[in-house]
């Protein structure tokens, strides 16, 4: 093992760490939300230009990834073993974490579509029951790294649904299943032909309704009856 290489590389990482400004974007996604650059370099209390420095700085060493969407660029921890070293330094200084406070309207952040698929929160806690289930495992790498598969249980339970698989599969110039990242709730929500579909399902079923003035959706009381049998999810009033 080359001791000095190890050393180098530990007081390169530190180093980016122990910056003022870089030190506090790190621990404000300590959350497990993403945020933009924009963001950062408020926390920060930096200029734009500044934080896209840092921003890369703490990208080269592992720190942070970046994920694009649309027009954003979101910044994230890179994976738990920042996190849990993150953790360890905050258990020694005593520093208490922040939460994340989404200034997203209320209804909106509660349900809405995003494209052709739902979003909000009500999407983020289906999408972490789909995998809690089984019902989807990741089948990408590289580029299409948030890509699923549906498993042999998901597609009887997707099925059970009213959720025709072959057909959401048969869009060539569409991808099939991905975690689309939430811009209320900065967690993912399933995107794709298999979100837009289930959308679909959940308006003819009626357990949500859209909004004549807005992206919102309304979960109906049948919606919520459906949520705690099938998922057991208890969401709004």
């Known amino acids: 093992m080359d001791v000095a290489h ?5 007081s390169a990482v530190a180093a980016a760490i ?20 924009t963001e950062l370099a408020i926390v920060a209390e ?14 080269q060493q592992g720190l942070v990834k970046v994920h694009a969407q649309g027009k954003h660029r979101y910044y994230s921890l890179d ?13 020694v200084a005593g520093v208490p974490a922040q939460a994340f406070v989404p200034r997203t309207p209320p209804r909106l952040r509660a349900a809405r579509t995003c494209y052709d698929h739902m979003a909000g929160g009500l999407a983020v806690a289906l999408h972490g029951r789909f995998l809690e289930y089984g019902w989807l495992a990741p089948s990408g790498g590289g580029d299409d790294a948030d890509a699923y598969e549906v498993t042999r249980p998901g597609a009887d339970a997707f099925l059970a649904l009213g959720i025709d698989l072959d057909a959401a599969r048969a869009h060539r110039r569409r991808r099939f299943a991905y975690a ?14 298999l979100g837009a579909a289930f959308l ?14 807005s992206r919102a959706l309304g979960l ?10 099938r998922f057991d999810l208890e969401f709004g009033d």
């Open 200 to 213: 679909d399902v959940a308006l003819k079923r009626k357990w949500v309704t859209r909004d004549l003035d």
């Open 18 to 37: 122990a910056e003022p400004a870089r030190t506090r974007m790190l621990y404000c996604l300590m959350d497990g939300h993403a945020r933009t650059s």
């Open 220 to 229: 109906t009381r049948s919606g919520r009856r459906e949520l705690r049998s």
């Open 6 to 10: 190890s050393d180098a590389g530990v």
């Open 46 to 59: 930096v200029s734009a230009p500044t934080a896209s420095t840092h921003l890369a700085r703490l990208k």
């Open 79 to 91: 994976g738990e073993r920042v996190a849990a070293a993150l953790e360890a330094l905050k258990v």
């Open 180 to 193: 689309c990242l939430d811009w209320s709730e900065r967690r993912p929500h399933l995107a794709g032909t």
